[in-house]
């Protein structure tokens, strides 16, 4: 059976395809299916080859119980894998509790969005608050299926983002908080400066970068004890209406319909910041406050991720790239031009010139540095010895800034986007220590990434003593990180 991903830019034709009704019947599977690789899917809402299943894939969607400790000391929901975040919300507000991070959307499973370092704005990502992981895996002396509970040290710093690597996940326990209400209002600023001081303010804030106009236009978000605002509805509405559903609908009739630079540039010069009321502000539920419907149009994205000292740099970096994608004439900057030199990226450059106009506002969320092993706002502290990150050039754990790029191409149309991110992906990477989403698109070379985590070779360590065979992984994160034996063992 073929299963598209959410962005229809992956497709799954594994061997086989289970959905199991309980933890036993995982076991089953595993017992029944040793020596196959076998990988899980949450909701198919990730667009990298994290996805890609060989054989057996897993379906976790009946694991979805939610038991929740409310006690003083400890707030914690131990949640099934397969659990939506939207139904986890649900059922915590009804102890009061809520969680203490959410992304752009709430239709992940827990175990999906954890498996990424899925993140919002201002907060760590969900990663870092996970306090015990329950995982079915084969027993490495044995090699029967049993299940462990992860609950501290490195492997649990390793289980909290792991790439579906360390085995089956079937439960994450999770930190929670009590419910809060979050205050938002929309604010235009000119510069990038002006936009990271509101952050005093408004530590919740998410920002967008409109293209073509330049300018940026910020979603000013701070935790209230004020109650919940009388226009909160009209308010939702007018989100709802203007920018789910109009923006978008215009972003599709521009980008897929007409197509012509022109039209794109004249949209989000003229005709987009009209839609923005400024300094309307809005108190209400985090959890309707912080989330929006942008699941509704199928897309694809990119998103990179820096640290604070790089922020200005990069979007700089990234403004002259996609001026000069846009328009073949486009000169470069002069310090533009320099960095691209040294990196060697000014041809990769000249294969996208006029090939491409960015269609969609360039979201920038702040992640504060998450204690896990390789989740994108993972800190640049090295946790073992032998790393050869070690206090680097004295690096510090400064917070991470993540830059999206959003794509409403149809799958044909895709190949320039998709020449882009890589352009984007490689160059950033090397000049800014970017680190690409593990769920978005991910087109770094293994090397490149490998760089990228001071820790990384401690969870590769962590992968070959969990699963030495590699069975729970795909060819992808096998290339990561490769394991001596799992070739052997399955006699490929
Ligand atoms: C519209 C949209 C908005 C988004 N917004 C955000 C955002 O605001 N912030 C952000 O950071 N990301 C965002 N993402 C990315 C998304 O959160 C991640 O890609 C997430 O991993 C998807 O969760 P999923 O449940 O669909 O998992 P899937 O995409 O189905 O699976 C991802 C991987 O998780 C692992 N996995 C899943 N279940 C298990 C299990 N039971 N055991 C072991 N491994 C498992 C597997 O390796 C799998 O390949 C968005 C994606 C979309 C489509």
């Known amino acids: 059976m073929s299963t598209p991903n959410f962005g229809r830019n992956i497709t799954l034709n594994p061997a086989s395809h289970f959905t199991p009704k309980d933890e036993e019947e995982v076991l089953a599977i595993l017992r029944q299916h040793r020596g196959k690789r076998i990988r899980c899917i949450g909701r198919l809402h990730s667009w990298s080859q994290i996805l890609e299943c060989e054989d057996i894939l897993l379906d976790l969607r009946h694991l979805k119980q939610v038991q929740i400790d409310a006690s003083q000391e400890r707030r914690v929901a131990t949640v099934g894998s397969g659990c939506q975040i939207k139904h986890l919300l649900a059922q915590l507000k009804q102890s009061d509790l809520t969680l203490p991070s959410v992304g752009f959307i709430t239709e992940q499973t827990i175990a999906g969005a954890i498996s990424t370092g899925t993140h919002g704005s201002g907060r760590h990502s969900l990663s870092h608050y996970v306090t015990g992981i329950r995982i079915a895996k084969y027993d490495t002396v044995t090699g029967d299926a049993v299940i462990e509970e992860v609950t501290d040290g490195d492997e649990l710093l ?10 089956i996940i ?5 930190e929670c908080r009590p419910t809060y209400r979050v205050e938002e209002h929309f604010q235009r600023h000119d510069n990038l400066t002006s936009v990271l001081a509101a952050e005093t303010d408004f530590p919740l804030q998410q920002f967008y970068l409109v293209p073509w106009l330049w300018t940026y236009v910020a979603q000013h978000r701070k935790e209230t004890a004020a109650p919940r605002s009388s226009l909160l509805l009209v308010y939702q509405w007018y989100r709802f209406i203007v920018f789910d559903l109009s923006m978008h609908v215009l972003v599709l009739l ?4 007409i197509r012509f630079h022109r039209c794109i540039r004249f949209l989000f010069r003229r005709i987009i910041p009209r839609f923005v009321i400024c300094n309307w502000r809005v108190t209400g539920d985090s959890s309707q406050q912080l989330v929006m419907e942008h699941e509704r149009f199928r897309h694809v994205e990119i998103e990179l991720f820096v640290q604070r000292n790089h922020l200005p740099a ?4 990234l403004r002259s790239t996609l001026d000069a994608a846009e328009q073949s004439s486009e000169p470069l900057k002069s310090n533009y031009r ?13 294969e996208l010139r006029g090939t491409y106009c960015h269609h969609y506002p360039i979201c920038v969320r702040r992640i504060l540095p998450d204690e896990t092993l390789i989740s994108m706002a993972c800190g640049l502290t090295p946790i073992s010895s032998d790393s050869n990150w070690a206090n680097k050039d004295g690096l510090v754990d400064e917070d991470w800034y993540s830059i999206t790029l959003t794509n409403y191409h149809s799958k044909t149309d895709l190949a320039a986007f998709e020449r882009l991110s890589n352009f984007l992906a490689n160059s950033m990477s090397k000049l800014f220590a970017a680190r690409p989403h593990w769920g978005k698109l991910c087109p770094l070379p293994v090397d490149q990434l490998r760089t990228l985590y001071p820790n990384f070779e401690r969870f590769a360590a962590i ?17 990561l990180f490769p394991r001596p034996l799992s070739r052997r063992a399955r006699g490929e």
Request: hydrophobic fraction near 45%; proline fraction near 2%; aromatic fraction near 8%.
């Open 254 to 257: 521009a980008s897929r319909l």
């Open 463 to 479: 992968c070959t003593a969990s699963d030495p065979n590699g069975f729970f992984a795909n060819s992808w994160t096998e290339s």
């Open 158 to 167: 390793a289980a909290r983002c792991s790439l579906g690597c360390l085995g």
């Open 338 to 350: 320099m960095q691209l030199v040294e990196i060697g990226g000014e041809g990769s450059l000249s």
């Open 170 to 174: 079937l439960a994450v326990t999770i």
């Open 314 to 317: 990069a979007l700089e970096f």
